[in-house]
């Protein structure tokens, strides 16, 4: 399982290492609040490829 969780936030555009912060009790809530709520790098840099016109 731990290595499913991995390469999702890595196909989000995050390093897996997040994972271990996964671990952390209280931690773990603030992490799934930043990653539901904030933009995720993957999705800026689909962004800036349709701005140039590549996508």
Known sequence: MLIAY?????????SGW?????????LNLVMFLVFAFS????????????GQGRY
């Open 6 to 14: 991995v390469r999702i936030i890595q196909k989000a555009g995050y």
């Open 18 to 26: 997040w994972v271990l912060v996964g671990l952390v009790p209280v």
């Open 39 to 50: 933009t995720w790098p993957v999705l800026k840099e689909n962004e800036r490829l349709r």
